[in-house]
């Protein structure tokens, strides 16, 4: 199976360009109403903020790509829906913690990105049963602790750049999860409608309460 084929599968059979665009769509033009609305009163939003809210916004799109794509075949077999749950709870659990991290703390940082990714990382991970659900848990709860504790150790050492290359490498990591979907799934011939309300609902829900914890929520001593 070609990566020529994979693209084609990807763009026209299960329209994942699309659902990419209709993340980041959603998400941007959801962060320009809230700036106009009262984030362009915040001092210093852009540089302080800016950045971090980019790359999120990049990450959810590519972790919710991911979530649509299991979801329209639901079941898969054992170490494939391990590998799922794993991948995307670790994915979701480091970049969400890594950039409130960044902004508010690690404790904040920890808690927000365990919650981010234990929630996807058990809700993809239970396509196989108990097994990735623990996976998920497990990866979830590992990757906000890790991430927000990056985001603190280089604080003052580049911390953008670190953030910027972590994004890279887990993008990478969720094209190689979907392309084994897509290997793993050529044979199934049922498969789940599924419409654009999942993408749309929780990219808002993702944008608002990520520019809610980063501008107005708690934040560690050091990040007063």
Known sequence: MS???????????????????ISLFTSFAALALFYFIGLKNV???????????????????????????VRIYKEFACMSGMMIGMTIGM?????SGFFIGATNGMFWGSVFGMAVGILFGVWNGKCCGIMGTMEGMMAGFMGGLMGAMTALMTFN???IYMGIITFIIAGSILLGLNYMIYKETREIK??????NFFIVFWSLLLTAITVWMMVFGPRSALFQ
């Open 190 to 195: 049922e498969k789940n409608s599924e419409d």
């Open 43 to 69: 001092e210093n939003f852009i540089p302080k903020y800016g950045i971090y809210l980019f790359l999120a916004i990049l990450s959810y799109s590519l972790i919710l790509l991911s979530a649509r794509h």
């Open 157 to 159: 050492d580049n911390v």
């Open 91 to 95: 994915i979701a659990g480091f970049l």
């Open 3 to 21: 990566v020529k084929e994979f693209l084609k599968y990807a763009s026209e059979e299960e329209n994942l360009f699309k659902t990419l665009f």
